[in-house]
């Protein structure tokens, strides 16, 4: 297990469950020591970042080291999200590169997600261990290596 300074958790924002389930699998085969969140949409993914909701049990803001944010979600969609993300105070955003995850070729979205400054990248799904790789070695450091 590969432990990473601030890479505490990654949030998984898809309303595919079968996209989720291989986006968890290639970050557990990547051997990432992290706590990895899934959730459906951008209402559920505030209200995880903001500890309410079906998340008010928690006893401090999760601030996610990477958030992978897909697109077209029901409920509301990855750039609604990012509309009220902004809006959250620093403490709840923590130190976050997000990216989106989407299956998109629209340019359009390519090149709202380049005017954006709270995105890291535009990744075409499926997530791969290169590509997850890429996003981690360009913005985290290993603190611990366990073989």
């Not at 989106?100 to 979205?109: A, C, E, K, R």
């Not at 709270?118 to 070695?137: Q, Y």
Request: proline share 3%.
């Amino acid at each position: 297990m590969k432990k990473y300074n601030g890479l505490n958790c990654i949030l998984l924002i898809d309303d595919e469950e079968s996209n989720n389930y291989l986006h968890q699998m290639i970050i557990k085969h990547a051997k990432i020591d992290t706590f990895v969140q899934v959730t459906y949409d951008g209402i559920e993914a505030l209200e995880f970042l903001t500890c309410s909701g079906r998340y008010q049990e928690a006893k401090e803001y999760p601030q996610p080291g990477i958030i992978f944010l897909d697109i077209n979600m029901p409920k509301m969609n990855g750039w609604e999200f990012l509309e009220e993300y902004v809006k959250l105070p620093e403490e709840q955003k923590g130190k976050i590169v997000m990216a989106m995850l989407t299956s998109s070729l629209n340019q359009d979205d390519i090149d709202k997600s380049e005017e954006n400054n709270n995105l890291k990248g535009f990744i075409s799904k499926p997530l791969t261990s290169k590509k997850l790789m890429d996003v981690v070695n360009n913005n985290f450091q290993i603190v611990k290596e366990n073989k």
